[in-house]
C-alpha cells in the first residue's frame, strides 16, 4: 500500500540527546515537510523540502536539523538545542505540480517526549 | 493576527443536526484550502479541498469558499457521533512557500 511512514511511534529523549524521526513515504512525491503539534494547537511548519538535497526553514526551525538525501526519506533531528521539544511530530508529503493546489498528506505521527 | 483563524469551540451540535465550522485568512493570493479531520491522538486527514469561489459537496460534507470575504466554511450534515474531532483549515498562501498554514482547529462534539 502506498503511503507515509513515521517511525518510531513514541520517542523518549534525554537531556542533551538528539534523537532523529524517521519519515518514508512510496508515494513518488517530490515535497515532504515536516510539523509540530502542541496539545490544542495546529501545526506549526519545522522545514520542509520540495527536491532531493535541499530543504528549506519553516516558522520553528531553531533546534531542527534534516536531510533530503533521497526522495522517499526525510528525517528530522530534534538537537539538544530544542529545550522543549514535547510534542507530537507530524510528517506530510505531497505531488508536486505547477499549481499550487495538491493536498498534503499525513503519516501517522511521532510522539515525543523528555524523560 | 493570525494568519488562518478558526474558533476554538467546542462546537456542540446533537445528532443529525447541521454543523456549521468557519475559517478565516488573512492572505488575500491563497489559492487552495483544506479541511482536515484529525481525532483525539491521530493524524489530520483530508476531508476537503476547494480552489474557487462558491460551494463544494462531498457526500455530507460541503466546503464554501468566498475570496473577497476571505472565508472558508465547512458544513456537515446530519451530524454524527463518530463526526466528533478537531477539524483544521489550511491554506496555501501562494506566496511560494508552498506549505500550508493551519489554522488552530475547532472541536466538533456531536451528541447523541
Known amino acids: 500500500d502506498g503511503g507515509i511512514t513515521q517511525s518510531p511511534k513514541y520517542l523518549f529523549r534525554k537531556e542533551g540527546q538528539n534523537v532523529t524521526l524517521s519519515c518514508e513515504q512510496n508515494?513518488?512525491?517530490?515535497?515532504m515537510y515536516w510539523y509540530r503539534q502542541d496539545p490544542g494547537q495546529g501545526l506549526r511548519l519545522i522545514y520542509y523540502?520540495?527536491?532531493?538535497?535541499?530543504?528549506q526553514k519553516g516558522d520553528i526551525a531553531e533546534g531542527y536539523s534534516v536531510s533530503r538525501e533521497k526522495k522517499e526519506s526525510f528525517p528530522l533531528t530534534v538537537t539538544s538545542a530544542q529545550k522543549n521539544p514535547t510534542a507530537f511530530y507530524l510528517c506530510?508529503?505531497?505531488?508536486?505540480?505547477?499549481?499550487?493546489?495538491?493536498?498534503?498528506?499525513f503519516g501517522d505521527g511521532t510522539r515525543l517526549s523528555i524523560l | 493576527q493570525k494568519e488562518v483563524e478558526q474558533n476554538s469551540g467546542p462546537l456542540s451540535v446533537p445528532e443529525g443536526a447541521i454543523a456549521s465550522l468557519n475559517c478565516t485568512y488573512s492572505?488575500?493570493?491563497?489559492?487552495?484550502f483544506f479541511w482536515y479531520r484529525q481525532y483525539s491522538g491521530k493524524s489530520p486527514e483530508l476531508i476537503m479541498s476547494?480552489?474557487?469561489?462558491g460551494d463544494k459537496e462531498d457526500g455530507r460534507f460541503t466546503a464554501q469558499l468566498n475570496k473577497a470575504s476571505q472565508y472558508v466554511s465547512l458544513l456537515i450534515r446530519d451530524s454524527q457521533p463518530s463526526d466528533s474531532a478537531t477539524y483544521l483549515c489550511?491554506?496555501?498562501?501562494?506566496?511560494?512557500?508552498?506549505?500550508?498554514?493551519f489554522g488552530s482547529g475547532t472541536r466538533l462534539q456531536v451528541q447523541p
Open positions: 492572505d488575500r493570493v491563497s489559492q487552495s
Open positions: 476547494i480552489y474557487s469561489n
Open positions: 489550511a491554506v496555501n498562501s501562494g506566496t511560494g512557500r508552498r506549505a500550508l498554514t
Open positions: 523540502s520540495q527536491i532531493v538535497n535541499d530543504f
Open positions: 508515494l513518488n512525491h517530490d515535497a
Open positions: 506530510a508529503s505531497k505531488a508536486m505540480t505547477s499549481a499550487s493546489n495538491q493536498p498534503q498528506h
